[in-house]
């Protein structure tokens, strides 16, 4: 009796270790433990050509970048800029496209794929291939066409760099967040809406009372995944501009790249990395509660 | 069953606003493509026109110059192990998981989806260190744990909230016939999962084969994918845009071709994994 249970005990531990034990492992040793040295690294002077030594130096790293850092805040008041404007517009016309492309229009389904297609090239190409129509596409155009649009200099001002970036953003990703739109807006029950309609209800008093409360799980995630995604950008960022002209459309993703990699300053970049995840958590949550809380079921 | 709405000048409207739209959508990929096939000087003079011929001679340097078969196979390697394993490795935990919820296994699923909103920056030079120490940097099997480290957490969720769906009844009709755990899982329930390992699949797929700052940092010469080749090629000949834009088509069509042929897959997909995720 004793040894049967015992028997069974071990089985079970063994099935727990083989299924969950290999990915729980690499999953420490790739995301877990490098997560937790971030912690002891801020705290470091640390130049990365050794990579085993780094000196201890207390609050310095982040005493340095809350007071003499300012190329730092630039990018992160860039990136929090950029991540309001690419978030509104790419989810304004992803919400536009799901609307229009779920109305039986001819050549909707070949539609889907277009507006889907840029998703599938990585930023880093996607950045090249856009710097190539910013700078020689865009003056032919403008050249055929005369239009004022077409000629300024897209990657040359900080102004219209970060609106250069922030339309490449909005062309690859609004495709995506349509595929999620499309699926909440057919999931919305028929009889709702032909019920208001009935009631006489305009087109936009249903979408705004019936088919918007419906499809805000959809809202919330397609807020989640886009907020990260503008918060986080690097490929296209490096790709596109480079940071240019000057510091004035660096990212913080790429400031703290370039802090290690370029300054070889590891310790320095690890303590921004970690007000970075602290101000991505930060804002993802929040955002996430208050949208969930407006969920409503059918 | 709905009835279609009647054909209106209203429709017709949107229908060709749709089409405006798609078009512009398609533009930066009819730059791509013209101007692949024309010579630089004619580039410069005007890269809105329709080349003169359809000369495959710029895609031929393009091909030597990044190393094209190369890169290919490096990329293709990498994304296949790394997906695979993932798929494996993945749907086994959560499986686990929801079989037998107990505290550990709770709160590790809880420690998986927590770990989602890490941004790969907040963990990237510590992960340097760890890839030295354990001799990782340079492998093919190095960049594929990473890939896999970096991936579990969202593909266990996926998997996660599917099998949750799943009935036990048929599991344990087949306990019943003498069928061992790991038989069960692998016979019975691995194969009712294929619906969630195709989006598992092509999620991992369209990530990993597209990735730019894991390479950079985990493999570098030694092993050079797709986006470190095009990145490398517009550091050193800037400005070369016939051969840059050739090299882009072709880096560029591999996962394109991908996509066209399974893109229903791919659309249910995503819908599935996010929004019953």
Partial sequence: ?????????????????????????????????????????????????????????????????????????TAFWFTARFTVAAVIVTNMLALALGMLLTRHLKGSSLLRVIFFLPNVIGGLLLGYIWYFIYVRGFAAIGEATGWHLFNLPWLGTPGTAFWGIVGVFVWQ??????????????????????????????????????????IMPAITICLFLTTSNAFRMFDLNLSLTGGGPGYASESIALNIYREALTNNRYGLGTAKAMIFFFAVALITVTQVWATKKREVEA | METKPRYTPLLFGLELLCFLLGLAFLMPFYFLIINAFKKLGAILLNAASLPESWGFGNFKKAWTAIDFPVVFMHSFVVTALSVGCLVVAASMTAYRLVRKPTTFNKLLFTVY??????????????????????????????????????????????????????????????????????????????????????????????????DYLLPVLVINDAFTTIPLAVQKFFGQYLRKWDLAMASLTLSTLPVVVFFLFLQKYIIEGITAGSVKG
Avoid at chain 1, 8 to 37: E, H, R, S
Avoid at chain 2, 125 to 131: G, V
């Fill in chain 1, 1 to 73: 009796m004793h040894n049967a249970r015992s028997r069974l005990k071990w089985n079970d531990w063994l099935q727990q270790t083989v299924f969950v034990g290999p990915g729980l492992l690499i999953f420490m040793i790739i995301v877990a433990v490098p997560f937790a040295m971030g912690f002891y690294y801020t705290f470091t002077e640390w130049n990365g050509l050794d990579l085993n030594a780094a000196k201890w130096t207390g609050m310095d790293n982040l005493k340095r970048i809350f007071t003499d850092d300012s190329r730092f805040w």
């Fill in chain 1, 173 to 214: 990703t609004s495709g995506y967040m349509m595929v999620i739109y499309i699926a909440a807006i057919i999931g919305v029950p028929k009889d709702l809406s032909e019920a208001a309609r009935i009631d006489g209800a305009s087109a936009w008093q249903t979408f705004r009372s019936v088919t918007f409360p419906l």
């Fill in chain 2, 113 to 210: 989806v927590a770990a989602m909103i890490i941004p790969f920056q907040s963990v990237m030079l510590p992960l340097m260190r760890i890839t030295s120490l354990f001799e990782l940097r340079g492998h093919v099997y190095g960049i594929v744990i990473c890939y896999i480290g970096f991936g579990i957490s969202l593909s266990v969720f996926l998997f996660h909230g599917f099998i949750k769906s799943v009935p036990l009844e048929i599991e344990e009709a087949a306990v019943v016939d003498g069928c061992s755990p790991y038989g069960l899982y692998w016979r019975i329930v691995f194969p009712l999962l294929k619906p969630i390992s195709v989006t598992v699949i092509i999620l991992n797929v369209l990530w990993i084969w597209n």
